[in-house]
């Protein structure tokens, strides 16, 4: 299945239940950017992870649903036209009020960083970003709940801009770059 059609999924899981030792750490991503989207896929299976991709909100809470005891970290754009980011985490957090979630965005609009993380987000990440930070989230988001600072969070720096360059040719390079290793 294409990853704007519908789940998209890379490894093997064990049965719905608690996460055991045999399977990677499962991220849902959830970008309308094709590119986007598909790098951080990569990235993400890159570095271990089982991954699931949806190309909006409501595509990302039907696969959260279905795959909730496989999911254990969301990264969620802000900004996407069937519905937005905050709404789509809203929607989650009434299936698991825990799942650990990091908003990615270029232009968050009217939101504010902590009115996003006031929704109970871990973190902002930013567009465009440095490869490491974001496996630096992927990672903190995917530990054990007590290696995560006091309030489950991790936190981007001040900028979260790093990345030179339009983002859609970053996520190309980065794509070429993870590829080839």
Do not use: Q
Request: proline share 7%.
């Amino acid at each position: 299945m294409s990853p704007s059609t519908g789940p998209t999924r890379d490894d093997p899981t064990t049965a719905r239940g608690a996460r055991s030792t045999a399977r990677p750490p499962g991220v849902l991503i959830v970008d309308d950017h094709d590119d986007v989207r598909n790098f951080l896929g990569v990235l993400s299976r890159t570095h271990g992870f089982a991954v699931w991709l949806a190309a909006g909100g409501l595509e990302g809470e039907a696969i959260y649903r279905a795959y909730s005891s496989e999911i254990d970290l969301i990264l969620l754009d802000v900004r996407m036209p069937d519905r937005d980011g905050p709404d789509t985490l809203v929607a989650i957090r009434a299936i698991n009020p825990t799942v650990p979630c990091c908003f990615i965005s270029g232009h968050t609009g009217h939101y504010t960083e902590e009115h996003l993380l006031g929704l109970g987000a871990s973190a902002l990440l930013r567009k465009p970003f440095r490869v490491p930070e974001l496996v630096d989230h992927l990672r903190r988001l995917s530990a054990p709940t007590g290696s995560r600072d006091e309030n489950g969070c991790c936190h981007t720096g001040a900028s979260g801009h790093a990345a030179e360059g339009h983002p859609t040719r970053v996520a190309r390079r980065a794509i070429e770059y993870a590829e080839e290793r």
